[in-house]
């Protein structure tokens, strides 16, 4: 079954822990991104890669980090630096040109 | 920064044709508009985009005024399962290279029975 997974689609951590978010694609797109949903809100970039072993910070970077050491997975890190972390981080996909983008499912991070 | 304007919701009566309006005065040549929803709870689904022509698909159809400093998305026949927030997007669509999507706040749709 081709596309993207998140994994978990709920996650709970403690404040202070840092905690690693998964997004997996099998549809072979060099580029994949990080976004973060707040309540009410539109979505915010937090970090994107164009090609293996590359990545560029999005708008809202602080706190975050991430690798891209494969193709298919682009794992973010939600560190003790993020303040406020608890938010819908959302990954996507995309092949390039004028082609369009494809969405995971989300993962909801709670810190309590 | 978002470089387009929606308004923030609009309400569709059930088997109406809901008309969704965007607004992107600043958009440049060689940028496309996009259109992506989200259900609640799931992430963004692509609608359909264009450059300067109109487009047709199975969801939709895409209007884009021929200066293009504007657009509407069309859904022939809402549905209450088209209830969700509607996200107009302009973006440089450039042959190897990728540019991130920017998202505004979006269309609250609710399509009423």
């Known amino acids: 079954d081709g596309g993207i997974t998140q994994s978990p689609k709920y996650l709970f951590r403690k404040e202070g822990q840092n905690v690693t978010l998964s997004c997996e694609q099998n549809?072979?797109?060099?580029?994949m991104y990080w976004y973060r949903q707040d309540p009410g809100q539109g979505l915010r970039l937090i970090y994107y890669s164009q090609i293996v072993n590359d990545f560029q910070k999005g708008d809202i970077a602080e706190g975050y980090s991430v690798s891209r050491e494969k193709k298919e997975s682009f794992p973010l890190t939600v560190t003790s630096a993020q303040k406020n972390p608890t938010a819908f981080y959302l990954c996507?996909?995309?092949?390039?040109?004028?082609?369009?983008?494809?969405f995971g499912q989300g993962t909801r991070l709670t810190v309590v | 920064d978002a470089k387009t304007t929606q308004p923030p919701s609009m309400d569709c009566a059930e088997g109406r044709a809901a008309n969704l309006p965007c607004n992107h005065s600043?958009?440049?040549?060689?940028?496309?508009v996009y259109w992506y929803r989200q259900i609640h709870s799931q992430g963004p689904q692509y609608i359909i985009h264009g450059l300067k022509n109109n487009e047709t698909n199975e969801m939709a159809s895409l209007i884009i005024t021929e200066d293009r400093k504007s657009s509407t998305l069309i859904l022939p026949h809402a549905t209450l399962r088209d209830t969700a927030v509607y996200y107009c997007i302009v973006r440089v669509a450039a042959v190897g290279g990728n540019t991130p999507l920017v998202f505004g706040k979006g269309t609250r749709l609710s399509v009423i029975a």
């Open positions: 600043t958009i440049s040549g060689n940028e496309y």
């Open positions: 549809l072979n797109h060099d580029a």
């Open positions: 996507a996909t995309h092949r390039g040109g004028s082609t369009e983008a494809f």
